[in-house]
């Protein structure tokens, strides 16, 4: 295993790797390139794999998520920047302050690959600057420069601003946060290129550290990163050909995503009675068909696989869909997006069916850098608070915020970016701490996990979902795994009311996702039309690391998402943490197929901990982390 | 003269041009390269002067700004994309939709230089595509281009979206058209790189064309367009050397403009009692300390001289200041801007105070594409009606429109911009048509000159420029000329109450204007550092023209200016529409120092024609023309 690395103490460049961490402490300004050790990128791939070990490693037990000893970890994959199908993704990763977890969120668009081309597999941000800056990256020319001219600008701004400054022979490239981010509100993201890695706060850490943004421009070249370039281009052109023919992911086949967008699922998933309506009061939308694909790819979006789309770079599914408002008092608005997740969680969740609201809800959360799946989750929990009177007109602003105001929708977004009245900082920090502030039974019916909201699938209509929610690593995370499409949209003829066989489903699909798409860089959209077997038939001739078999591609997974359940058993969470909100454990879903279900989490927890290896408080155990070669996490958890 | 044009039938490329005209036809597809006629660019130069040329030769009486014959011309000077300081600069021109005059509207940024180095002086566009289009061009290839995918989308989104679609070795520039220009709204303007060819309504004619935009890639250098490199760089030297020490332009010696930008005259124009207010009905605002230059500076704009800022490409002077709103319900707003004359109209001269709102109304106006002069204009206008109760909130989509009101400005604005309900269409097409729709005597209130706005100084405080706005080619014009200076500001200690000596400053002010600025591609802002002569020292080595001397330059601006005179007579415009609002002419200027004014036109216009040698209608005469060698016009206006 990994014999080209026998004579080799770094990774190469040329390994499907930069070769280079960049380490920036924005307290000291120190500015240091570090050899990417070949034993760490045997263990743990690339992207989350890598970053969870930095984080792990580099962290104390108790840093706090705002704090100047939390670290902010970008990293790519061995994919990222290649000429692997999607291969365009890098993570932010860190210790969250909305959920006190790990949290690694994702993103496409181009940023990735150029800071690979730039040289650098990653980015470790330490301390915090004594005023606001933005990191600038030219190759391996690296500074930290003065950002209080822009400071508190929006990110459209912020990335026209950057651009324009950092003119040259190529377009830089800008991740940044927006003023919610700033303003350390709990819901900010990080945007780049009008892309968000959406999930878990770590705006607000990049906000605590008074990085506004991180712009580069790299010089690279895709064919620069590869080991062995036949072979890579002979798996690329399967993966390529398996894309093209799939009614998902291929455009000349009229594929759904291509279509439609994400968006192309809704009807699916209404109809099996599990899209989130009116915070998770139901599981079917009446007026699902006002915003379902068909109908977005008729009013708003663009034309569907249109000559002119942006899609992320090196994409042949072409699943962006830029919306441009054509009517009503938001004509003129445009942006990519809305998403399948934009679409439920500001819209159904929130009894909303105005699509022009809906896009110019995600707008704005593009716009201010708020993950718009939990600012529509908290909103829609506010709107039931007020519906039953726990919060009134003196709480909004004067907002009328019933389930369906679409107005009061929009308004809703822009105050928690803004971080203006009441309202604002009641919808930007999320809905634990809304229900901690309103108090009086609300939190009963805030509908997250850790700190987290529940995105788009509702758990009662697909177990799996459920277990899924309960125990991912960064709280309720639709991705890790993904089973709705086997649940729900009957991909794979799974019964969605059943609990047997969920765990195994849900560990075996949560190490192949670790591993084969947020550890190489490559979009987990391509599933829809090839396997990770394929995706590790690029890996292998991208870093010439050898593998028995796919089986052992997967132990990394294994290996990954045991590191950061230990991270989180670190930092003190357990099983008590691992559980679904009291609505989805205990109310019967009054309609649809799977009426009068609630998610069994006790039928699934303890086999799922088991299949683990992990104990009956979800810790890992001694044998699994030595098994997997995690001696180093043994002594942190086991003293 | 002109020597070296004896052996050359056409400029060339390194006398100061590009050497081609590019010619689109969106009817037919038509593309043309038209070589530069020396004899036309000997007689008009470059910019207006070209663009009036061509408009007036090539259109017919009677063309309907609207229609598919109207022509819409972009058009670079000599300087434009030269090292000359602030030779940034490029025109739009055609038959005004808003005046049916003559307009030139003008925008810095870097879109006029990337044109010429893309290798075209400008570009005349003609007949109406048949579905929504953009012209992109790349050096020597030109193409239209499918832009049903963004039609509707905001200038903002738009630049974005053309700029990552034409990602290369270069950044695209983009000149636009928003909703609004789509629209044909009279008040539509083209944005450019987040600047505005501001007034006049060519926005509407680029919508009637179902043209979108015009990206372009050029790779010219600025050293390749000089005739004469060594006396060029000489002349340049000299003229930054002014500007670097100028009171105003120099950001060295902390220079007003460049500290606090245009807004650093409002404490000055307030003062003289020149600025509008409430609809101009009077000329102090009582709340100019809270937005005056030094509180923007203090508040809104990015620190002074920023390292961060962005300005116009090759801008020594910097006037450019980023606005980041930091509080309030606008929080993360952001853009270039407020300018003096947004912050008139869209504050004091429709009462408002709330700098927030100020920026957001002026964002907005960028974001739509919208005048912003005009729109402030016709809300406050709107107020005014409003106010004495011509019209009432079933008029205003129930927005109380009163004057003050920062949320109804916004609103109103953003309703414009939409088009939508029935204050969106009132305001997008200016005071004119809302006075004609709301009658009731509104007319008299409506403070336009032709249709177009009057900008942001009270002519009753200054007569020279109640004249210069009375006769302007393209309505109420604050810049051909600027008497505002010598007038309010004590710059020439010329007394504002006094009509005596302003018909010959009016005269002489607007050829110089005409020539050397507004057809060199130079920003008029150098003539606060340096004199027209510097410009014409410059111009001489860039083009290698011969000039007797400077006042033979200047006689040039006397014959755009016929031109444009010409062109509005042939569309039938007479002394009649020489003339000012009832309140400017009628009504006594109620405070300041110069209580009691009104604008004595009479005293003026007379004097005025008879220096320009036009016949007491207005009418350029037989003999005037002749000796301006503008026989192709005689034969047009006397048959």
Chains 1, 2 share one sequence.
């Not at 996990?449 to 788009?456: M, N, R, S, T, Y």
């Not at 292998?540 to 089986?551: I, L, M, N, R």
Request: hydrophobic share 40%.
């Amino acid at each position: 295993m990994f014999s080209q690395f026998k004579e080799r103490k770094t990774v190469a460049k040329g390994y499907g790797f930069a070769g280079t961490i960049l380490r920036v402490n924005l307290s000291t300004k120190d500015i240091k390139k570090e050899p990417l050790n070949k034993e760490i990128a045997q263990k743990f791939l690339g992207a989350k794999g890598l970053a969870a070990y930095y984080l792990f490693t580099e962290t104390k037990k108790g840093v706090k998520p705002l704090g100047p000893e939390n670290k902010l970890i970008f990293m790519t994959g061995p994919l990222t920047g290649t000429r692997a199908p999607c291969g365009n993704r890098f993570c932010v990763c860190t210790k969250s302050p909305l959920t006190g977890s790990w949290v690694d969120s994702h993103s496409g668009g181009i940023w990735g690959p150029e800071l690979k081309w730039a040289g650098y597999d990653g980015i470790i941000i330490e301390g915090k600057a004594a005023g606001p800056v933005y990191i600038w990256i030219e190759d391996d020319k690296v500074t930290i420069r003065d950002a209080k001219w822009f400071w508190g600008a929006n990110t459209f701004t912020t990335e026209r601003l950057l651009k324009e400054k950092h003119v040259g022979n190529r377009m830089a490239r800008v991740a940044c946060i927006g003023p919610a981010g700033e303003r350390q509100a709990l819901l900010a993201n990080v945007i780049s290129e009008v892309r968000a890695a959406g999930r878990g706060g770590h705006g607000a850490v990049m906000g605590s550290k008074n990085l506004k943004a991180i712009a580069v421009r790299g010089h690279g070249k895709p064919g620069d990163l590869i080991a062995d370039p036949v072979k890579f281009d002979g798996a690329v052109k399967v993966a390529y050909d398996k894309l093209g023919k799939s009614p998902v992911t291929g455009p000349a086949v009229k594929g759904a995503l291509s279509i439609m967008g994400t968006s192309n699922i809704i009807r699916g998933i209404n109809a099996a009675g599990g899209w989130p309506t009116r915070n998770f009061q139901t599981g079917i939308f009446e007026k699902a068909s006002e915003i379902e694909g068909q109908a977005l790819t008729k009013y708003l979006y663009c034309p569907p696989v249109s000559p002119g789309m942006v899609p992320c770079w090196n994409c042949p599914i072409l699943c962006t869909h830029l919306s441009v408002i054509k009517k009503g008092k938001w004509a003129g608005f445009a942006d990519e997006g809305p998403e399948y997740e934009d679409v439920t969680l500001l819209g159904a969740t929130c009894g909303v069916f105005d699509r022009e609201a809906i896009a110019v809800a995600e707008y704005f959360c593009d716009f201010y850098g708020l993950d718009a799946i939990s600012i529509g989750g908290t909103i829609a929990f506010l709107m039931e608070c007020y519906e039953k009177k726990l919060i009134a007109q003196k709480d909004t602003d004067g907002i009328d915020l019933k389930f369906g105001n679409a107005d009061a929708l929009v308004q809703a977004v822009m105050r928690a970016g803004a971080g203006y009245g009441k309202l604002g900082p009641l919808v930007a920090n999320g809905s634990k701490k809304a229900a901690a502030k309103i108090g009086r039974g609300s939190a009963k019916f805030a509908i997250h996990v850790k700190g987290l909201e529940i995105p788009a699938y509702e758990p009662r209509a697909a177990q799996g979902m459920g277990l899924a929610y309960a125990r991912s690593d960064r709280g309720a995370c639709h991705l890790r795994p993904w089973t709705a499409g086997a649940e729900m949209l009957g991909l794979d003829g799974i019964n969605p009311k059943e609990t047997k066989g969920k765990a195994q489903l849900v560990k075996v699909s949560t190490d192949a996702t670790a591993i084969a798409f947020d550890s190489t860089g490559i979009c987990l959209f391509v599933a829809f039309g090839m396997g990770a077997d394929d995706v590790f038939n690029m890996v292998v001739p991208a870093t010439g690391f050898q593998y028995k078999d796919f089986s052992e591609f997967v132990t990394i997974g294994e290996r990954i998402n045991n590191l950061t359940r230990a991270f989180n058993t670190r930092e003190g969470l357990t099983k008590k943490d691992d559980t679904l909100p009291y609505r989805l454990l205990k109310e019967k879903l009054p309609s649809g197929p799977c009426k009068g279900q609630v998610v069994k989490l006790d039928k699934m927890l303890p086999e799922y901990y088991k299949l683990c290896g992990w104990d009956k408080t979800g810790k890992p155990t001694k044998n699994k982390l030595q098994a997997l070669g995690l001696d180093f996490v043994i002594n942190q958890l086991y003293g």
